[in-house]
């Protein structure tokens, strides 16, 4: 167990719905990174978060969009959907924000869009 | 830009035999490096990290790995292979931008 917590942990829903994927990151970890996981275009860093504030982007589509609230949980909210968006979305929290730090990675959300 | 390569998408090895996971790189600075284990229905793990420090990581498991910058590489390594290594494996890189890149992975099978 990482100590990384996201919920839910399967969800399926149909093309042109909005879902919101959450991530609470592990106890005084300030940092949490998003990550998609498909057959097609493999593991795929989003978004990184850092103490409520974005620090880094990654391949994340405009119709996706994260943020990190004050008590530091993370939500990842996909809208429009589409059949290709169907994936492993993991959420990875570390300490700092420093490319050095250890990612801890939690056990997934399994989208499926329909 | 940083990206990663894993060459050989399959890698299946006998109980006890080396195991030898290969990875190339590619970075316009100093690269930080890493591999990551992921067992199924699960998230990623994390082996061991490069950070420029001493070039020859050893990491969890009995894995190891050696960077060697005139070859771009960072293979993983482990000398006698068990069945509880059967997994997928990640190289990925990370470099100034802070975003990290992963290979494609490697599914290692352990025979009997």
């Known amino acids: 167990d990482s100590g990384v917590t996201q919920t839910p942990k399967h969800l399926i829903t149909a093309t042109g719905q909005r879902v919101t994927l959450r991530c609470s990151p592990r106890?005084?970890?300030?940092?949490v990174y998003w990550y998609q996981q498909s057959l097609d275009q493999g593991l795929q860093f989003l978004i990184q978060y850092y103490n409520g504030e974005e620090r880094a982007k990654g391949n994340i589509l405009e119709r996706f969009s994260a943020q990190q609230f004050p008590d530091l949980h993370s939500e990842l909210n996909l809208s429009s959907l589409e059949l290709g968006d169907s994936a492993l979305y993991f959420c990875?929290?570390?300490?700092?924000?420093?490319?050095?730090?250890?990612?801890?990675f939690g056990p997934g959300t399994r989208l499926t869009v329909l | 830009a940083q990206s990663v390569t894993q060459l050989g998408s399959h890698v299946s090895v006998s109980e006890g035999a080396l195991v030898l996971l290969r990875c190339n790189y590619s970075?316009?600075?100093?690269?930080?490096l890493f591999w990551y284990v992921q067992y199924p229905n699960q998230g990623l793990q994390l082996l061991l990290k490069?950070?420029?420090?001493?070039?020859l990581v050893k990491g969890i498991n009995g894995f190891e790995a050696e960077f060697k910058k005139s070859e771009t590489s960072f293979h993983l390594t482990k000398p006698s292979a068990h069945m509880s290594d059967a997994a997928e494996y990640f190289c990925?890189?990370?470099?100034?931008?802070?975003?990290?890149?992963f290979g494609a992975g490697t599914r290692l099978t352990v025979k009997p």
């Open positions: 990875a929290s570390s300490v700092g924000a420093s490319r050095g730090n250890e990612q801890f």
């Open positions: 970075s316009s600075v100093p690269p930080y």
């Open positions: 990925a890189v990370r470099d100034n931008n802070n975003d990290m890149r």
């Open positions: 490069y950070t420029s420090a001493a070039t």
């Open positions: 106890s005084g970890d300030l940092s």
